[in-house]
């Protein structure tokens, strides 16, 4: 199988046991493609693995030619000039503490490696960037459950995440962990500069401390009774049951989450960040990006109004970023303090082990951060005034934000039950119905969705296999059975047919605009449409009654077909390649041209394969086996 990695235009082969690399030279024209061997990795690891990158030559030249068409600034729609050649594109990082959920999945992974394809289809840059987030309270805790050290039970949940990710057929160039060498030191680097900079401060503070275990108890260190709903055994910073979030101290009966004694106050030294101060630079770097979503910045700069709180960055626990001052001992920085500077570590990691400048990589960049609603606060707020803060790493051109998803109309709960894996679900269904359901349902806003097992089925049965299988499917098998597998040569196109072109010439622009706007389900419902009218056309057409005057038809749909096969790609990648090999045509579905949809590239005696189905019908029953195992909804 071949395989690419597009942010380094190599090629990689799959062999028994290893990947071998090859360097692609086009210097003689692409038809004169060169594969030149340069190494091999091991088929585990991401296209970032060191190996690889110690064999690729400094200074090739990486993909990026005019990104004409694509459209990335919501304020000037119909002009061509903030068209970016270059992007980072990051997603909000999964605690390194359990399986990928379907609501992360539905707000940040998928719509980014949709968006990501998309970029690359118009040959725009783009590194697309992720790292499990392996500090914090609740890791540890979990890691002390599990009885393992937690540098080892992160490890086990990296591995896993991203074996999850590329079955999901999400591919990112590099997936790192908050807690490598790279992003420790640039946190580092940036508590020492916003120190020397005078942006934190010391306080002392009480800590609630188990004097049994020795030790101080942040966050969810503390369990107890909910002070609203009195729900038992809740963390202290918020309740699972009502949803409210406590201020320290709040909740009542606190005990200590580990053995169970009444903590006592103990006095504390930690460092705070002045958010405050950054207030007048937030209003302002909010008001004028035009490219967030006016919703979201609506809702930050009421937070604005209402006045920023100093955060306190410090937790006295030992795993996480060591505090890098001597008098500072046993301290670590806060999780929300260097997780998201990861998404900077990581893209400069997977840029240097290249021979790139990667802060001018960055700063060069077009830069996006696809997160779901639930961390708001600390991208619009919190990540901007670091960044600012510092002064050396821009900020976010777009944070796209999505909202939650709910599960037969109710909110996901894994200790409810009210759950579905992802794992699970690759396990009784394939990953491009799951792509294809959640991108169809999933507006570009922050307003929940629900992913309903009955819609899901409707969906599948109705649009994948009903509309465009069905016209794929019934243009391929009339093209094997009647023309023994040949494109056959057009005839004078009638009205109906200049009609069909015209739609195919329009379809690279009207899809294109709704994708470059990060308008998925939009661009999803235009190639839907596209190919219902596809399926009226051959209706109209009747090529069934007369087969030698049938030939326009056919030679029209077939080249339809590949445009569909291009325009599929972004939400479900394996179907599209699925296609592209139907057709017998050259290379893959994604190293196409966006552009190209928009033209009759299959020439008349083009030979096809024997077609088979791409998609299946999803039965009652399986959706009646998903339904009962969920059972009833518990409130
Ligand atoms: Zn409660
Ligand atoms: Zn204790």
Known sequence: MENRCRLWRCVSLWSWSKIIIFHEDTSNGPEARLLRYVGSRSPVMGCH????????????????????????????????????TRVVVT?????????????????????????????????????????????????????????????????????????????????????DRTSSKENIELTQHFFRRLYEKGHIYEQEILQPYCPRCQKFLPDRYVKGTCPYCEAVEQYSDSCERCGKAFQ???????????????????????????????TEPLRKWLLENDNLQPEVKNYVLNWIKEGLQDWDITRDIEWGVPVPLDRAKGKVLYG????????????????????????????????????????????YLFLPAM??????????????????????????????????GLREFLDSFPADYLRYYLAAITPYSQSDVNFGWRDFQGRVNNELVANLGNFVHRTLTFIWSRFKGEIPRPDRFDDLDKEFQTRIEALSGQVGKELSRIEL????????????????????????????????????SANAVRSLAILIEPFIPNSAEALWELLNLKGSAYEQDWDSISSLQISPGHSIRKPE????????????????RLGPLKS
Do not use: M
């Open 336 to 379: 929300w303090f260097d997780n998201h500077l990861c998404y900077v570590s990581s893209t400069l990691k997977l840029t240097e082990s290249r021979g790139i400048d990667g802060k001018a990589f960055w700063n060069s960049s077009t830069i996006f951060h696809f997160i779901g609603k639930d961390i708001v606060y600390h991208h």
């Open 91 to 175: 997603c909000a990082l999964p605690y390194a503490n359990g399986e990928i959920h379907l609501g992360h999945v539905t707000s940040t992974y998928l719509p980014a490696d949709i968006f990501v394809r998309f970029c690359r289809l118009n040959g725009v840059e783009a590194a697309f960037v992720c790292a499990t987030d392996d500090f914090g309270t609740p890791i540890l805790i979990a890691a002390e459950q599990d009885k393992k050290p937690p540098a080892q039970f992160v490890e086990y949940w990296n591995q896993r995440d991203l074996q999850d990710f590329g079955d999901l057929s999400i591919n990112f160039d590099i997936f």
């Open 613 to 628: 189905v791409l998609f299946r019908r999803i039965e009652d029953s399986e959706i009646e086996k998903q339904i009962e």
């Open 49 to 84: 693995s060191e190996g690889h990158e110690s064999l690729i030559n400094k200074g090739t030249t990486l993909r990026g030619k005019s990104a004409e068409g694509l459209i990335l600034n919501r304020s000037s729609s119909d002009s061509h000039d903030s068209a970016p």
């Open 248 to 278: 320290p101290g709040e909740i009542k009966d606190p005990h200590c989450a580990i053995c169970g004694s009444k903590p006592e106050k103990r006095a504390s030294e930690h460092f705070f960040l002045r958010l405050s101060e950054f």
């Open 521 to 556: 389900d939009r661009a999803l419902k235009r190639i839907l449409e596209f190919s219902d009218y596809c399926n009226q056309y051959f209706q109209r057409k009747q090529p069934w009654t007369n087969v030698e005057k049938a030939t326009t038809c056919l030679y029209l």
């Open 387 to 420: 960044r600012i803060g510092v002064g050396e790493y821009k900020l976010p051109e777009f944070i796209p934000t999505r909202g939650h998803l709910l599960l037969q109309g109710g909110k996901f709960s894994k200790s409810r039950g009210w759950y579905v």
